[in-house]
């Protein structure tokens, strides 16, 4: 009996029903058409960040994003790469930016903010100018809204800016590998890549040879700038985190408590943080997340198992430091007395006096 033929991929399709294939059509018409529409409505978008410098060297530098997704760097002074280089983003990362721009309003901002203000006394300036759907705006950070700094810095992000102000992974790497030392260029480059939270580069230094601990207390500072990536990577690089012999401000897992998030704290956790750690001066986490209504970081310290009826030397419980935090920022920070006014709710509900 002679064999069937066997088919091709595209002669496949055709055995399909003809319903199916054109419902793929459809789909596949409507995808090709959304990514089309994506980069007609983006064509003119470009934005253009200027990095924050004033009277005390900082890194001077520009970047700029165009529509087709291509980025633009200039680096002027500070910075690791001077002089232009050219970086590519996806067309859809171009789109989420540009969206965000939309829902800022930033386009809508009256005045352009001039720097002198600021600059007069010494406070870095930097600048933003976007053009989108036909319109242009161009301000100054100085004395701007936070969605302004806030559209600034993800600009940079989404750039991988990081690369040139510091240093390219890769490069760093190669020279490394060809007499490079670590130690002669600590504790800037550190900073540098916390401040970027440039989880990379710090495990790269990390792995040859930087200091992690001693005068310059890297965790603190990423925890600080709320760099998640930073503090994972110094964690898992060996930073010293525990802190028996550390006040509360110095002692990584309770500073984290104090001001970060339950993301950044969950770090410690994991690592084997004992939710009950208390500092050299009798802090605990719990006792400095409820003073400051941190309720998410409250919330993941009980279930974890930490005791609400711990004090401090001073006889205060978390409940207590609560209440007391409620009443001091009552008038200066209703926003942080209603937060605290949950805390204090959360802990009643589970046994704390």
């Known amino acids: 009996m002679a064999l069937m033929p066997s088919h091709s991929f595209s002669s496949r399709s055709a055995l399909l029903p003809t319903a199916l294939v054109v ?32 009277f005390f060297p900082s890194p001077a530098y520009k970047v700029t994003i165009r529509g087709d997704g291509t980025v633009l760097y200039r680096g002027y002074e500070n910075v690791h790469v001077k002089g232009n280089r050219r970086g590519k983003v996806t067309i859809q990362q171009v789109a989420a930016l540009a969206e965000h721009v939309r829902t800022s309003s930033f386009l809508d ?126 964690l898992q690089s060996g930073a010293d985190w525990k802190c028996e012999s550390r006040d509360a401000d110095h002692c990584p897992p309770i500073f984290a408590a104090a001001v970060s998030t339950a993301a950044m704290l969950r770090l410690f956790l994991d690592v084997g943080t004992n939710p009950n750690l208390v500092s050299s001066e009798g802090e605990t986490m719990l006792i400095s997340a409820a003073y400051l209504g941190n309720a998410d970081t409250v919330k993941l310290l009980v279930d974890s198992g930490a005791k609400v009826n711990m ?43």
């Open 109 to 234: 901002l009256t005045g352009d903010f001039p720097g002198e203000p600021c600059s007069s006394i010494d406070q870095p300036v930097g600048g933003l100018r976007i053009r989108l759907d036909g319109r242009e705006k161009a301000v100054t950070t100085c004395k701007s809204p936070m969605f302004v700094y806030q559209l600034l810095n993800e600009t940079f992000q989404l750039a991988r800016a990081w690369r040139w102000v510091v240093y390219d992974p890769k490069q760093l790497r190669h020279d490394i590998a060809h007499g490079w030392r670590v130690a002669d260029h600590m504790p800037q480059i550190m900073d540098g890549a916390i401040d970027w939270d440039a989880d990379e580069i710090i495990d790269i230094l990390a792995r040859h040879g930087a200091a992690l601990n001693g005068d310059t207390d890297f965790l603190i500072r990423a925890i600080s700038d709320g760099h998640v990536n930073a503090v994972r990577t110094l």
């Open 311 to 353: 004090r401090d030397p001073q006889g205060e419980t978390a409940l207590a430091r609560a209440l007391r935090g409620e009443r001091e920022y009552a008038k200066v920070s209703p926003e942080i007395a209603g937060r605290i006014q949950s805390v204090i709710e959360y802990l009643r509900s589970h046994g704390a006096e």
């Open 23 to 54: 419902v793929i059509s459809v789909v596949a018409g409507a995808a090709t058409s959304s990514l089309a529409d994506d980069r007609s409505n983006l064509r003119s978008f470009e934005i253009e960040a200027s990095s924050p410098t004033g």
